[in-house]
């Protein structure tokens, strides 16, 4: 019996979360069992309030190709979290609006959170022998889902940390004048961006020089000891932190400001950690400093996307759709490397309940003993998910972007 | 008889500072008139101090097709005013390594400042006959320099400046919620950069709706009214502003905190006039703001440098050396623009004396009466500057740049 697909996307954009929602609409109307494949606007709660579209019927052909290479969140985005209680009126609601658009598949592309839907979804569904397929297509520039190598949205970003870092590193060398640069990356609690920031040398030795990530504790007299000793050796230093490094009390460095707060799921709004630092350094050192915080553009720069990132977030949409159809709910699609070099991945199925909720934090013995660099081994994790250009349309000098009017 | 020539960078760095280096050492190596091509290390004041190289033995033509690629200044800059009075020992000082080294053509590619020097300098000659011939290159994102249609840099930066804000304004409407983006850009007193934003757009009507510069009296209670009209159209507003808007009495915005520093050339340090704003509208309209600093990477981006910017910015360095060659002196080399559509300019020359110390600010009637946009006639004059992008050597998924070891 044909049934109907639809898919939301959720949490934070990045610049290959679209990727994944072409690659479950492709896919999707290859096969006859699936009707229409409907896209939910704003995700779980723009659906519940009744929004949603035909991607099946309203996307041109020419669309659906600039759907594979524009940034952000095309279905619009939300971070809603679902009741825990499985036996709250919000469930049957929403089944009921499933039933009546004769929903048969479920994909929601997304991070920990957008996981944790899908396992409340999945498990509701068993209990109330409905057949309706919950799949969950991973999606954070954070790279901190278990049970994947990684995840889709980290090759881009990594690779615009890394180009944008050896950038402001030739900026920052072109004075006699000793100097320090501060470059802070997202990265609440894993450095997995952050650790991104060491691709960007062009040699050993060169800058970022020091490198700071969450899991280490940061202690300010051992950072002063770190740059001075950098500042005997260059005479521009360039360090990248973190947003989310914290004292050995767990003390996040931003928090040494009062500007704290909150976001819908309780996360600390963090900002700030290389401010603070650029201040430290200058009441310290005397000398000229600067922060610069990358901000949203890590995210969300589709011009410096990975090649290999948006075909594998493409892989990740298609054999989303194909687990589905082989009866599969209840599961991630998840990356499984099979070599490192020449690399080489395949899609594998991982237990949403074993996803959500959990973050997989930047190995330990991936950092240097004296918690201010990263060892080979993460280069060679990263550096093959940050290969390759995409070809994009462009006019007037611009990327064309597909946005909803 | 046979001269040397010599060549140094000065003030901040741009994407294509090295391709006007690239342009004299090319037409440089290929006259007869010209042995050698020497290059000062750290403009004027690291040659004072002795430090120079052979750019004409010590690059390889891969380094030197590399060179024209590779933003930030290969030779390193300075910034060093050179004394008012000519009767300074500086001068004779200066002219005696000239002599020593047989320098018979001087080019200094900077803005404002440098050009200051290059008049300085061939004052001076002109008053002690000597025949070295002085010529400056022009050079700056912030498109400030009178006498030439536009500056090389600023194509560059105006580029990165309208593909970064389309993705961020995709990136800040992926939720529901009401929320305001404030992007700050940089340019102190000239708003061509943040003008840039303009083009951002992809419909009318679409983000960034709200363009501050600094040739507008900035009033808070104005914006305020701005924002609450803006939020009453669409859900997200994304508002571009220059780092140097001021009050109409002066005052810089980002002086409305305490925390303002001078740099070598008495020039105010500004920043934080994005975040002064994002406080201001969370304060009074209690919506999600997110406040974003472009900051260095809008100068130094090579990968989204503009290919008519470093075609412009070779031809520049170019017409420098045939210049001097011709015997003129004193003068900058500037662009005179034929016609717009389709996009023609030659190169010119302008005296240095009228151009140095001088700025051309945004044209007063390109900026909407309300002082919150810009006109179609900033867009015809922009739009040829940032276009076609650049194939540039990559190497394990980044850009290949040349620096000096």
Redesign the interface.
């Known amino acids: 019996m044909k049934k109907n697909a639809i898919v939301g ?1 959720s949490g934070g ?1 990045t610049a290959v979360i679209n990727a994944s929602l072409y690659g479950i609409i492709k896919e999707g109307m290859a096969h006859e069992e699936i009707s229409r494949v409907y896209g939910m606007i ?1 995700g779980i ?2 659906f519940m309030s009744g929004n949603y579209m035909d991607l099946s019927n309203d996307l041109t052909a020419e669309e659906l190709e600039l759907l594979k290479m ?4 095309y279905l ?4 809603y979290k679902l009741p825990d209680d499985l036996s709250s009126p919000f469930y049957p609601a929403l089944f009921e609006k499933f039933r009546a658009m004769e929903i048969g598949y479920f994909f929601y592309i997304g991070g920990n959170d957008s996981m944790d839907t899908v396992s409340k979804l999945s498990r509701y569904a068993s209990h109330h022998q409905s057949d309706i397929r919950f799949i969950g297509i991973p999606k954070t520039i954070d790279n901190d889902l278990v049970l994947t190598d990684h995840t889709p949205g980290y090759g881009s970003a990594a ?1 615009y940390v ?3 870092v ?3 590193v ?7 004048q000793k100097s320090v640069t501060i470059i802070e990356l997202m990265g609440r609690h894993a450095g997995w961006l952050t650790a991104a920031s060491a ?2 040398r ?1 040699f050993e030795g060169d800058n970022p020089v020091l490198i700071y990530l969450p899991e280490s504790d940061f202690d300010f007299e051992r950072f002063a000891s770190d740059v001075q000793t950098a500042l005997t050796r260059k005479s521009s230093v360039v360090i990248c932190v973190s947003e989310g490094i914290s004292d050995s009390k767990g003390k996040f460095i931003c928090e040494y400001t009062d500007d704290v707060q909150l976001d819908t799921f309780g996360h600390k709004m963090l900002a700030g950690s290389g401010k603070i630092l650029e201040n430290f350094v200058r009441n310290r050192f005397g000398v000229k400093v ?1 922060s ?6 890590q ?6 996307a ?1 090649a290999v990132d948006i075909e594998e977030s493409v892989q990740a949409g298609t054999e989303g759709v194909k687990a589905a159809l082989k009866g599969i709910t209840g599961i991630m699609i998840a990356f499984n490397r099979t070599a490192d070099s020449p690399y080489t991945m395949e899609c594998i199925t991982a237990d949403v309940d074993q996803v959500c909720n959990k973050e997989k934090l930047f190995p330990k013995d991936w950092i240097c003993a004296n918690g201010t660099d990263i060892t080979d081994d993460f280069l060679r994790y990263a ?1 093959p998910l ?4 995409p070809k994009r349309k ?1 006019e ?4 064309v ?1 597909i ?1 909803r009017k």
Chains 1, 2 share one sequence.
């Open positions: 996307q954009p704003n709660e723009g524009t940034p952000a969140a619009g985005s939300c971070r690779k890394a180009d944008t050896r950038e402001i030739l900026d920052s060398s072109v004075y006699q691709m960007a062009k600067r610069v915080e990358l901000n949203v553009n995210r969300c720069s589709g011009m410096l990975s550096l940050i290969q390759g250009e462009m007037g000098g611009l990327p972007y946005f």
